[in-house]
């Protein structure tokens, strides 16, 4: 988990938040095909971390795995089919939003593109974002510390300070032979 004690210690608002339980988020770890180190992200428009540089995702819906929502949400924002045999969990982070009056727990799920199949992301709600650029873990990184490149959507923020093995480990693999 994280190391960072006063992330884990945030106040949480003394005004009561509009929001009145904590959301489940789905961040979706998308490998870009072309470049197996590297990860899809976009820029979030007309949503709480407008602004901010952000994976694909969304919330769980009722009765849904952590994967079939993964697959829908890239589905629905990117365009394309994640591999279900190359799907794993990720990591886990507690996204205190207290400014937003928000509250999150963001499952990450880590996915390739099912190979066979359209691996160019395309942006499929240009409402929600400005479009999906690929970026690697050591680009994410130093976003943490860079005032002039875009800010990092907070559950993003975590996942990258956070650091998991797994995420690297996964990200330096390549695509596995394709699956039918």
Same mark, same amino acid.
């Given at each position: ?8 210690? =945030? %106040? ?14 789905? #961040?979706? &770890?998308?490998? $870009? ?39 829908? =949400? %890239? ?14 969990? #990720?990591? &886990?982070?507690? $996204? ?85």
């Amino acid at each position: 988990m994280n190391d960072d004690p006063k992330r884990d210690l =945030e %106040v949480v608002p003394t005004k009561q938040p509009k929001q009145q339980h904590v959301r489940v988020g789905v #961040g979706v &770890v998308v490998q $870009d095909p072309l470049r197996p180190s590297a990860v899809f992200c976009g820029i979030r428009k007309g949503s709480h971390g407008a602004g901010s540089l952000a994976l694909p995702g969304g919330h769980l819906e009722m009765m849904e795995t952590w994967e079939a929502c993964a697959r829908r =949400e %890239v589905q629905e924002e990117m365009g394309v089919d994640l591999d279900p045999a190359q799907m794993k969990y #990720g990591h &886990v982070t507690n $996204d205190i939003m207290a400014d937003e009056q928000k509250h999150y727990v963001t499952l990450y799920i880590l996915g390739r593109i099912r190979t066979g199949t359209n691996t160019v992301p395309h942006n499929m709600e240009p409402h929600k974002c400005e479009g999906w650029k690929s970026y690697t873990w050591q680009d994410l990184r130093a976003i943490l510390d860079d005032t002039e490149s875009p800010k990092l959507f907070g559950p993003l923020k975590h996942l990258i300070e956070d650091n998991p093995p797994i995420v690297q480990e996964y990200l330096s693999k390549t695509t596995a032979p394709p699956t039918k």
